[in-house]
């Protein structure tokens, strides 16, 4: 298994700029999740997806959309790129939310520079 | 959801055991306590989880005292490489019969090994 993985590992963009993030899983499972990670900071929540067809909003949705057609993908959507979106982006998945003991794995993340 | 404090930053040299407390005074009756650790450059990675009284792995150990409003990562004999942040997670909130919910990460604690 590739377990997660994130395209692109680097990305710069200029300010009204948009892009899609990619993040794919093979290990068929329910959950998947955007944090940003910013210099100093932990992690915070984007948007999530509980199964295909299913998303929902976390800490800091703004600015960013997300889909989830399938069980493997989960795109983010960054609609009109802003510097304050400077950041490192991770994608995780995990088999379901049911119970608080599912283990999270994350993609190797995407730096990415807003300019 | 169940709100996690934990030091922001600890000091150790080698071969010294680390102790990192984690407060969560909100925690639910159904909540696990997981902590991940991540090294720069990388996404988080499951370190350990308990429930209660104490969990041991190759890894680490996990302390829960009876009123689980804490818990405490013990790393035994700290190498250079055990130098990461550490996040403490409890929890998540999830709905009636759906499978929703929000995995929150704190800022995590900065623990360097110094040798």
């Known amino acids: ?115 | 959801l169940a709100k996690t404090t934990q030091p922001i930053s600890m000091d150790s040299y080698e071969g010294q055991e680390v102790n990192i407390t984690c407060s969560h005074n909100n925690i639910a009756t159904n909540d696990y306590i997981t902590w991940y650790q991540q090294f720069p450059s990388q996404g988080p990675r499951f370190i350990i989880q308990g429930y209660k009284t104490k969990v041991t792995n190759e890894v680490a150990s996990l302390f829960i005292p009876a009123d689980r409003k804490s818990s405490t990562l013990s790393l035994p004999r700290v190498s250079l490489s055990d130098t990461a942040v550490y996040y403490c997670l409890v929890g998540f909130r999830s709905h009636g019969s759906s499978n929703t919910g929000k995995l929150i990460f704190g800022q995590g604690t900065t623990l360097q090994v110094k040798p």
């Open chain 1, 1 to 115: 298994n590739a377990g997660v993985t994130q395209t692109p590992k680097f990305q710069v963009l200029k300010t009204g700029q948009s892009m899609t993030l990619q993040c794919a899983q093979d290990m068929n499972h329910e959950y998947m999740s955007w944090y940003r990670q910013d210099p100093g900071m932990g992690l915070r929540l984007i948007h999530y997806s509980v199964g295909a067809g299913i998303t929902d909003q976390g800490e800091v949705p703004n600015g960013y959309n997300v889909s989830r057609s399938t069980t493997e993908d989960f795109p983010l959507r960054l609609l009109s790129a802003a510097p304050s979106q400077t950041s490192v982006y991770f994608c995780a998945s995990s088999w379901g939310v049911r119970q608080s003991t599912d283990t999270q794995y994350f993609g190797p993340g995407t730096r990415l520079t807003v300019l």
